[in-house]
């Protein structure tokens, strides 16, 4: 028998990604997981890299991609040099960083409720105790004994409910984090998918004195398969995250790191971007139109001002795991809500959705199945009250 280590006893696949699989079936129409749409890739360009490129690279990434990167950051309200810019393999990688930078085992990490599930994931595995930060209030119950080492938010069109923090909401944040030396660690790969007017200023912007990691990432505005992110931070933190990096994988692959940077230096890009977004904005609209026509006297949600999720609330208790069977049964996915969560609640059940992968029939066709399901399970529980305690979570 293999002596793993402690660490791995608690560790589970995600199961996001373990849909991916089955989503990839032909006549499966997938609402599950974060995919762009596929024909969003016709638009990139991509001729054959230096061969020079094959060779090993620096750590911290590409110089011309970090200098890109630096006054991309610039133009959006965040000012850090290129030096402090480290490129990631993704920005999932920024999370596992982030986690191996600050958490040991029953250390404290403040997060939205719900949020993104793989960071959930990653803080967990390294032994993190999540408190939920509520955004009116975020330094509620926050002391010098007992307040977060680390505070992961996703503040721009959220994963998992889209939603964008308001300029009131961000500040609070930012004077939590100064006022208690609280590291804030925002992540925000949605950022250039806005569809609606909002406020987008990143919170590390507005931070003083906290230790501050603020990361972004390629692949929903260019393609996740090359799996590039980058990270900025404050000059604290900066010198450990490059280290782990090194420890982790000595570099990200240079290939992706040219297309990055040349997917930021094409001068066709602005019209690239504004195509996405009004291809997605128009998938988003079409959604939100199938959902009232489907889903409308069975769910609660808000239009997304940007982003590639809906966040669907159910007006009854049903069994998720029943309804994730038989829909993926009659051919569809949704990632239930009960992931995205910290903690188990009593709260209405939740449907995570994606808009932007399936086309608009086929998304109209899936939601009208998921509607009938939904249906069906609600009338069931009438018929049998009992139903209904055995759906309850624990
Ligand atoms: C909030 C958030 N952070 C990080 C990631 C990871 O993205 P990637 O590693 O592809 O950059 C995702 C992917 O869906 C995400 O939704």
Known sequence: MARLSERVRDLHGSPVRAMLAAAQSPNMISFAGGLPASDSFEDVDLPPPPKSLLQYGPSEGEPALRAAVAAELSRIGLECPPERILILSGSQQGIDLAAKLHIDPGTMVGVESPTYLAALQAFRFFGARCRVVHRNNPA????????PALTYVNPTFQNPTGYCWSAAERDALAAACDAHDVTLFEDDPYRALAYDPCERTPICARVKRAPWIYQGS????????????????????????????QAADLHTNRLGQWYALRSLQDPKRGERMERLVSRYRHRRDAFAASLTRHLGDVADWAVPAGGLFFWVTLNA??????????????????????????YPSDDLPSLRLNFSHAGELEADRGLEILGRLIREAMENRKRTPRYEMAAAPH
């Open 140 to 147: 509620h119950n926050w002391s010098a004994k007992a307040r």
């Open 218 to 245: 390629f692949s929903k505005t260019l393609a996740p398969g090359l799996r590039v992110g980058f990270l900025a931070a404050s000059s604290d933190l900066f010198p450990h995250l490059l280290n782990l990096k």
């Open 317 to 342: 208790r049903i069994d998720m795991t029943l309804l994730l069977d038989r829909a993926r049964k009659a051919g569809v996915l949704f990632t239930p809500g009960e992931h995205f969560l910290p």
